[in-house]
């Protein structure tokens, strides 16, 4: 179904959010061209690819830079389990300048958790994956937008975009460039069309060639 954008309010997530994020994300990248075949076996991809996110989320919300886009009106985290579930239309996963992605605290526990959940062949492929996106990021201090997702109930309102604007209006008052990977090509256009222009193409061994995009504040 598809939901108007006017109905929604944008604010920073919380750690009350964190299920709601996982499910958003979990369905979001299920079948992108780069983090589904990260995910090989299809069966188990659903699974697998929620206790990733989970970790990834849990990670990011020691910033107070992730944003979701909540509909009006929806029950709060403290309601009804089934009423949660529509409760974020859109979430946007965001890192400050000169963050990393994981503490140095959780390094063990995400190896840990890639290796229990891929197996040997597949954690060493998203090990090569990473270390291929962190190699193209840009050298100059940006936030870095690593994950952003609609929930599959509220495609089509541009709930996805509108997020994203209202993220690019903060940090272009503070004058902080943005940085983001395009996992999938059908989305370079809604990025170009908001000023980011293209820093670096990487290719990965699956076959995907994915576009990196650099956005200077104001443009």
């Known amino acids: 179904m598809k939901n108007d954008a006017s109905t929604t309010a944008i604010r920073r997530a919380n750690t009350a959010d964190l299920d709601e994020m996982t499910r958003i994300l979990t369905s979001a990248f299920l079948d992108d061209p780069v983090w589904g075949p990260s995910f090989p076996d299809r069966a188990t991809r659903p699974q697998v690819a929620s206790q ?79 270390a291929q996106f962190a190699e193209a990021r840009p050298s100059t201090p940006h936030a870095y937008l690593t994950l952003l997702g609609v929930a599959p109930e509220a495609r089509g309102g541009g709930h996805g975009m509108a997020l994203l604007r209202a993220a690019l209006a903060e940090y ?48």
């Open 52 to 130: 990733y996110w989970r970790f990834m989320v849990g990670e990011a919300l020691r910033f107070p830079e992730a944003r979701v886009l909540d509909a009006v009106g929806a029950p709060s985290a403290s309601d009804e389990p089934d009423a949660e579930m529509a409760r974020l239309r859109a979430v946007s996963v965001w890192y400050p300048p000169g963050a990393d992605e994981l503490s140095d605290e959780a390094h063990p526990a995400y190896d840990a958790l890639v290796a229990k959940l891929l197996g040997p062949e597949a954690a060493a492929a998203l090990d090569r994956a990473g």
């Open 172 to 219: 272009d008052a503070a004058g902080i460039p943005t940085y983001l990977e395009s996992s999938n090509p059908v989305n370079d256009l809604r990025y170009e069309k908001l000023g980011y222009r293209v820093h670096a193409v990487v290719e990965l061994e699956s076959g995907a060639r994915v576009n990196t995009y650099l956005r200077e504040p104001g443009n």
